[in-house]
């Protein structure tokens, strides 16, 4: 548990978040900080001893049942977290980062505007990052790291109209890495037989199966890719600068980017050796490195320059990753934490010389380093670092790399290509560093003299995490055995790190100073590379503009699959889904052929039980319906004979001995019938008269769908007897559960796991009925229908109906919930019955406004899922989410599959209740929009 305590501490800052950002303002970040901290102090006692295993914990969440060679294996996901010394680093990185970027916010963000959406998602952005570091499980560890994501783009895109399109291609990029390590996790788990990353890591069967390594390995790099922003995936981390300056300090230094560099190296443990792997991070890497830098050198918003030089800086980091000897992984890991440090700060301190100047366009700002002395000073420490200048920390973490590539294995032809673009990127990276410096605070000769130092907290704040450079050098020895720690959890054998800033006179020593002399020359020729660069395509294109043609021939594609369903006839969208069903059915059936055979006796043999005249009955009410159907010229006398023919279907499932379903589906037909008044009212009373040519497509769907819809049903189900799943349910249910009704034992208990699901898709589907119908003008409808002149007149028998059946339907609604177990009902059945009821009290109303107008239906929406997904977490207790526990409070059997019961039924009322206010209330969201004159006729002639 004490491991636990760690995200779960970060949870509890991130529940206490809003209240505090309402009471406190920007000053909640204090707060917030203090669980961080409590955090982090957690973490610092799990620290491992080289004696001691590290500390984990472990909660089952559900087993994953997987065809194949794994089917019979025990394979569950899990509540895992594992803090070995890479995790545990990573962790820190990120809470202590975030705990200077959360207390610097406690003074740039303004006073009260914007904090509660702020610090609420910043603190998720903690917990997701948190989770993933910590996760020892790699379906969490893609579930914290898809939230990552989410989080990125929320917090983007609250910037406003200026963040919208970042935030879009943010998203798109990062949802792009997350199918790809989606897959590559499918098949980890597919080949190694387990969830659990310590396992996965350790299988055996990479070394067997070589094949399916090299293609994991690509699918993790290229997912870490689009998280650390390498070529071709770099474009979203510049257009992120539209994020407010504590985000883009966090998002670059800590958290999504350092999330990409963590998947890399905790997997190095696997691909080190794997020349794909090694390719693509280096490769990418390098290039990356000085594209980024030049693009860098470009810049004349500081925000987008020190971006770029982040995704130079990365560039470093995973091509010296993919080195992946020992050296280079501990060289990797110090310059991680180099780059946090000095990147963070720089971040910060760029939004200090917005604060004071207003502006951060290097040729909008003049001299102002007297003006700002202690920014001046900060920042320049900070861009030193980045730029490796003796004796600053970013010094020694680019010296340990440059020794990585040259003492990483590779040929003397490639090491030496390696040595020569790595020379070039050190270059670059000095020149946009003291450009960043020179053009924030040197030249320029705009009048700054209105300008004046930030108080102390702001620069303060901002510029520690560089001022720490500082003395970290003169103790740098005590980050050997971290640094050892970490790379033994990742490689199989430590590097015996010496940190030092001299290692003597080397080959790394002399590229170091000759890319500092080639930078010095830059400052002095500043102007004339400005002119030689300013503009210009570097490359034949750049990524965003790749995006954003990608985007637009998505689009274009988008309009054209969404055009049949821009019409309001239903037979222009409905003919496409039609006869894509009939054609894969057909493909199906074809290849099924007719002489299948069911435990050694073709199908047509074991049907029995057509003699029962009932069942005829049954089918001549349904076959009555649909005929009458099909004749009908008028809207309403369509909707009753589909009403009659749902009777039918009604009978059917009741003769076959299910009343369960057979009140699900009367209950579902009647009201279903009076959602479909409530939307023909609003449409012309008769059918539009079609053509030849439609009557003869209509006839021809209508056949082919019927026939491949029978040969389906008879191809799969046609056969007397029960299958083997339905045999075990019948055996053990009761033994099992205590509980008869086997069909809701089935929903809320075996497979409570799909019903939650469906809920879900439920609930979408309310919110979806909102939000297209009340984006729909009443102006806009094909009929309005006007408020009759005395309404009360026509709702006098279901007023008396409604006092009568009301309560009785709502009694019965209870009854039916509580005794789901047992016998025939449920929630759903009784949430069924209780719409019925909602319904009755609309119907009798004598206008047209919401029901239950103080509860908003979404509210039911919202409590159902979160009653049905809280009931699961108490199976947890027993081994796995949804497990249900029974027992026994004084003479009453409670369980918790009764509260999951009890979130299908505000779902399902949820969801009707959307369905009956938006449809049919006149006071709904967006009716209030005024009629087109054409409108008005047509209204006339109705009143007439």
Known sequence: MTLLSVPALVALALMLSPIAARILGRGAGWPIVAFFVAALVQLARLTPTASSAPATWEQRWFPLVIPGPLADSDIAISFAFRADPLSLGFAMLALGIGSAVFIYSTFYLPKRDGAVSFYVLMTTFMLAVVMLALANDIVLMFIAWELVSICSFLLIARAGSGGEAGAMRTLIITFFGGLLLLAAVAMTISLTGTTVLVDVLGSSQWAEHPEETTIIAALIALAAFTKAAQFPFHPWLPEAMAAATPVSAFLHAAAVVKAGVYVLLRFSTVFADNVVWQGLLICAGMFTAVMAALFALQQTDLKRLTAYSTVSQLGWIVATIGIGTPFALAAAVVHTLSHALFKSSLFMLVGVIDHETGTRNIRRIGSVWRQMPFTFGATVIGAASMAAVPPLFGFLSKEGMLTAFNTGGLSGMWTAVLLAVAFIGATLTFAYSARLVIGAFIDGDRDMSHVHEAPVPLWLSAALPALLSVPLVAVVAVL???????????????????????????????????????????????????KAIEGRELLPTNGAKVLAAVERQASRLGAVLNKPTESLQPAQFLAPILWSIIALGGVVLWGVGTEQVIDGVPIAEKVANVDRWWDLAALAVAAVGVFGAVRSLTRLKAIIMVSISGVGVTLMILFLGAPDVALTQFMVEVLVTALMMLVVRRMSPEFPTPSKNQRIFAAVTAIAMGVVTFAAVWGLTGRTGRNEIGEWYLANTLDISGQPNIVNVILVEFRAFDTLGELTVLGFVGVAIAAVVSSIPRGQMEFVPVPMKQPMLGTLPLVQLMRIFGPILMIVSVLMFLRGHTQPGGGFNAALVASAGLALIYLASDRDEPVMPKFPPEWFIGAGVSLAVFSGVFGLAKGSFLMPLHGTVGPLEWNTALIFDLGVYFAVIGMFLTALNYLGGEGRPGTDKPLKPAQLPQLQEVEQ
């Open 480 to 530: 050997d055995k971290p640094v050892d720690a970490i790379v033994g959890a990742i490689a199989a054998e430590s590097p015996q790190t010496h940190l030092a800033l001299w290692h003597g006179i080397n080959l790394e020593l002399g590229l170091s100073l000759l890319a500092i002399a080639a930078g010095i020359g830059f400052i002095v020729a500043r102007s004339v590379v400005d």
